[in-house]
């Protein structure tokens, strides 16, 4: 019997329950798609994060709080929502050394934020105030139905596993990238123009989407086969 690549899976903090926790549909996609997911510690001693780089596979950056402007040399405007700088400390010191390592990496809504704000792009802080439109970037439940189409960009990687250039999505998300870091490329925008999903050309697998594939797996051919292409790339 084969072994499963073991997925290590940032953890959700709550605050008010002064707890973490994770969303069934993380480790669902991941599991449906071949691996074994772990929920990490949240943690930024450097020698627990080099034995989690070593033991797992591949990793995958979830959602949660807004990313912490200072990570993108902006200060907090009003309409930034909570953040949690032990996310961002950990996910920054996690990523840099999964890139070292040259771990498989997928980030999903707050995942593709943090990944360009940390490799020097920045973020909308605010959606609704700094980016205006008419598109639902943030719907209401059910989240596995979708709100929007996204548009592919024919050459991307993404493209290559879903050929199509145009993808509904669902979204739930009041920030998105702005600038994006030189060390990534677009692989999807949405008609308003914002970046949906991205990858890191010089990475074997560095891609993040800004729609939750960990809602809709169970019901959308596409959220699996993201999932799968993580799978895919760990050793």
Not at 29 to 38: D, K, L, Q, R
Request: glycine residues 6%; charged residues 20%; hydrophobic residues 35%.
């Amino acid at each position: 019997m084969s072994k499963r690549p073991v997925i290590g899976v940032i953890p959700l903090m709550d605050y008010r329950k002064q707890s973490y926790w994770m969303l069934p549909g993380y480790f669902g996609g991941i599991s449906e798609a071949g691996g074994f997911p772990v929920m990490l510690p949240l943690t930024s001693d450097q020698e627990q994060l080099i034995q989690a780089v070593e033991f797992c596979n591949g990793f995958l950056f979830t959602g949660g709080q807004d990313v912490t402007p200072s990570v993108y040399n902006e200060n907090k405007t009003e309409r930034c929502g909570e953040c949690c700088p032990e996310r961002d400390t950990m996910e920054a010191h996690l990523l840099d050394l999964a890139l070292q390592y040259d771990k498989p990496i997928l980030g999903i809504c707050r995942g593709i934020q943090f990944i360009n704000a940390a490799l020097g792009g920045s973020l909308w802080q605010d959606i609704p105030s700094q980016h205006p439109s008419k598109l639902i970037h943030c719907q209401k439940p059910p989240y596995d139905k979708p709100i929007h189409d996204v548009n592919i960009e024919k050459h991307s990687p993404l493209y290559e596993i879903l050929h199509t250039e145009s993808l509904p999505v669902n979204s739930y998300h009041h920030q998105a990238v702005k600038e994006l870091s030189p060390k990534l490329k677009c692989m999807a925008q949405a008609p308003d123009g914002l970046i949906e999903a991205i990858y890191a050309p010089e990475q074997s697998f560095l891609w993040a989407v800004q729609w939750h594939p960990e809602f809709s797996y169970l019901t959308d051919e596409n959220s699996r086969k993201i999932f799968r292409e993580l799978i895919i790339h760990c050793d």
